[in-house]
């Protein structure tokens, strides 16, 4: 486990008293969590930019895990913040306060850095002490078997039961809190009256507490002071229409008798069963919910009485009469050099899950054996500014100011990611660290074959997987790369053309992470860009059949074309066919192609693809990393994209000759990809000099993932990016030309966004690839540009998610 971040604010000029030192249970301090989209939400007490302390408070902030510095505010509440949680597909946000107030935000036109609030809730005088939302009923099982079976049978998407049934049995949005008074409550998405349960008939004052989803059921364990005595008391809450909460009691775990005077964490093992607890104090122990049999006198287990027979009506044994279930420790860890546990979490896939344990100083990973798999320090000691040499002209919190000594901040807060790879950590003063944990073996095909492993899951599932990649160096990256092509590439036809781009999604991110992959990585973003075309295209070209003898309608036309997109066994075969077919339509028919100019940008953008692949074709025949020319489908679907582009040019401007010499080197170029013939490179050099136009789709960026060979740890600060991290990538020969697109164009409609440095703008950036693109939809669009830029609308074609950016 090695440290990647840590960021640093500038430090106050006035804190409370105590603010960092204090071991109060109930105190409340900064928290932080990562969602299945690796975006980290976490709190402070004030604005990340205010050095005087005027917004005291509780804050929300968001950031990327790449791009630290860029945080968001999402909300400013009055009291501070005691709750914070992501939904499971990384969409929703909860924030809950210390006066009972719940809100859930979302983001607004899918941007990262503007949200707004759905739906809220309230429990007057309530702590909110732990939230969760409920389980849609979504997700993926990983099965035990080798990994040389299919893909497809090791993930495997299973429907279980939601927490919430609504119509159809489709599960409900809404979310379940544990308040500081021992009430279990629940808010719901739809306009419902609130829900609350108490634990027990008895309150009780909770100062911990977990939540995890089992079975569609939610389990709460809630650490309960009464009469100077701490122990855990457990549930299993069932929530039915219309918002009736029902508690099933489970047994009672019993602490020691000092550990209510100390702070306790709590945090639920994530596996399939949610059987385990951990619970951490100056000792982490590992506790199992298990089904333990009482042996009796065999005369009082004699004998059928009510109550005590089997179905069959036989006698039960003396093992089924007197089972019940029970707390059982199964592990435990000392806290080392005395301190109190600050946070506990557990993350990574339910089959090989692991905890983290922050302390106010070091941070520890907890996995199956009986030892720590590893530790180390957090250092939350440097400064990004100098200290000031005059006192500040007033006090806010009294004479009870931090000596100069206590800057130091202190670790509070701990989060896993869905992955398992990355930790992140935040101490009193809001500042993050991240550690990426990569599992230690003696060969690095080991390394590689369990990070690969991590990487389908997160195919199969949508999950993002930037971090399982971060901190790896580019030697593993590439065999990353070969080992998932191979992989996929021995994956059934069915499976690989569902999961097609989400596979070239995963190889553009490999390859933009290695120093020598940014050729392919542009040419993986152009393939792309080329599929989102091509999609958009097939969902047009549906019309009725029209009749054998009317060889000039429109609808022959469009029938014709749309032979082109059917997915059909011997498709390649008739492609030539079909594509003599397009060469022969007449002016009337060509008539009804007029609609398709809509997305004459995105073919112009398959056009230049084109040329680009038969440029990179002079400089070398044997291709490293990927290349579009040697690569079938990819030559197939711009083939269709051609056929299109043409026809309907012939509609409008009667360019009858216009590619054809290009059409005829990409069907000869896709006969025999890895056979190239001396005239048909000298056939695509005369169509290479005749036409300058290139396609170069990787931007300039400035992010922890770029390959900018920077040495870890880095040193950050909240608002500054960091020069040392930026990435320019330089493009290959064959990709320069005057007509190659520059930054300022969209990345998305291959036009320019208008602005630039001598005017004002703005515009939609992705914070990982640098791409740029218009700020918001223009009102009147045609159905087939909308179809086209509807699958970039929640993020970039490269994951990544949306901030709005102004020159202004």
Known sequence: MELIYSMRRKRLKCEPPNFDGTTDPEAVRPICTISVCNIIAFTSFTELSDVDGDTWGGHVYVCDIVTPWNSYKVTSTTHPVSALEWDGEGKHLLVATTVGDVYVYGQKDYLLNEWTCLYTGSFPGERVMKTIFFHNGRRVVVSDKKSEI?????FQLSRSTPTLKGFGGAGSEGVCVVTGSGLVGAVSGWSAPSALVPLRPARDRVTAAALAHKNGKIVVAALCVCGGRASVRAGAVTVTLPLVLQLTPLPTLYLPEDTPQLPVCLSWKLSEEVNSLFVGSTTVTLWKLTERAYPVHKLLAKGSVQGNTTPGGGPKSASECFATLSWQATGAWPVEGGEVAAGVASGGPRAASLAALATPRSLHLIGDSHHYLCSRAVVTSSEVSPPSSTPPKKTKYGSGLLPSGARCARACGVSVSRS?????????????????????HEHASQVVSQTCALLEYATVSGHDCVDVLIGLKPNVLEALYERLTENFQRQPTAFQQHYYYAWIRLRMLLCSMIPSGQASASNLTSVLMSGASSAALACALRPPAPRPDDKDSPLHALAVLAGLFDDQPDHDKNLLALEAKAEALGETALSALQPLLALRRPLRRALHTALTALAAL?????????????DPSALGVLRKLLVVSRCSARSTWGGVEAGAGLQSALARLAASPHNVKPDLLEECLTLCVHNSSRVWDVSPRCGVGAPHARPTPYHLEYGVEPESLRYVPEPPPHAVSELTPSFEMDAIRYMYLGGGDKGGGRWRECGRCGARVLSASLCARHPLQRAYDGRFVGSCRCGGKWSLVSNF
């Open 150 to 154: 299919s893909m497809a049978e090791r």
């Open 618 to 630: 002079q400089t070398s025949t044997s291709h490293h990393g990927y290349e579009v020319w040697a």
């Open 420 to 440: 398992g790879c990355a930790v992140v950590v935040v101490d009193t003063h809001s500042q993050l660290h991240l550690y990426k944990h990569t599992p230690a």
